[in-house]
């Protein structure tokens, strides 16, 4: 059962250096979304990535964070100088396309990353 | 406001008794909602979806979604301790919003034996 493969499941970083955070989606899907939930906090929609396009990123914060679904290998997310503010759990879901904008195809979540910053 | 909201809980309920949860949004434009569940420190799990009008059940759940009263529900029969979980309501508003779904802050769960 090839479901939504994330990695690292847990991340420790320092305040200042990079992580990466990896996913790979569901086989026969090719859209990919992140999430992040922050402690005590709800879902929140960060970025929607095609391969080799980004959809929608309203959610990404401005600065530091960026995201890739290259053609080959699995989507990216990228959080540069991370800060303790960045410790949360990040998931990674995917889906089919939806039909033409008005419905949303299930969206299915991976284990998801919980990163922590010292 | 919130876009989707729920009512916070904690809600608590007996053994094979019916747990009904309760989201309501405030984008018009919404066209599916999803039913997710989250046990502690795990992801969310789709337990079910709903486009249209009415009802709609799987099993032990029933969906319920009310367009002109920007509502939606879950029921949950014959719940079981293995229930107890948060359970996560998702709108999806379309057009420009693409893939992108807004949750609820989540209900928390708890069915005792």
């Known amino acids: 059962n090839a479901g939504v493969m994330q990695n690292p499941r847990h991340l420790v970083r320092r305040r200042g250096q990079e992580a990466r955070l990896r996913c790979s989606p569901m086989?026969?899907?090719?859209?990919v979304y992140w999430y992040r939930q922050l402690p005590e906090e709800g879902l929140k929609f960060m970025v929607y990535l095609q391969k080799e396009n980004i959809i929608d990123e309203s959610g990404m914060p401005k600065e530091r964070f960026s995201a890739e679904f290259p053609k080959e290998g699995p989507s990216i997310l990228r959080i540069q100088q991370v800060v303790r503010g960045d410790s949360a759990a990040y998931f990674c879901?995917?889906?089919?396309?939806?039909?033409?904008?008005?419905?949303?195809?299930?969206?299915?979540f991976g284990p998801g990353t919980r990163l922590t910053v010292t | 406001q919130k876009e989707v909201e729920q009512n916070s809980g904690p809600l608590s309920v007996p053994e094979g008794a019916i747990a009904s949860l309760n989201c309501t949004y405030s984008d018009r434009g919404s066209q599916s909602f999803f039913w997710y569940r989250q046990y502690s420190g795990k992801s969310p799990e789709l337990i079910m979806f709903?486009?249209?009008?009415g009802d709609k059940e799987d099993g032990r759940f029933t969906a319920q979604l009310n367009k002109a009263s920007q509502y939606v529900s879950l029921l949950i029969r014959d719940s079981q301790p293995s229930d107890s979980a948060t359970y996560l309501c998702?709108?999806?508003?379309?057009?420009?919003?693409?893939?992108?779904?807004?949750f609820g802050q989540g209900t928390i769960l708890t069915v005792h034996p």
């Open positions: 879901a995917s889906s089919e396309p939806g039909l033409a904008g008005r419905y949303s195809y299930e969206q299915y």
């Open positions: 998702a709108g999806y508003a379309g057009g420009t919003s693409y893939g992108k779904l807004t």
């Open positions: 086989k026969g899907h090719s859209h």
């Open positions: 709903i486009y249209s009008n």
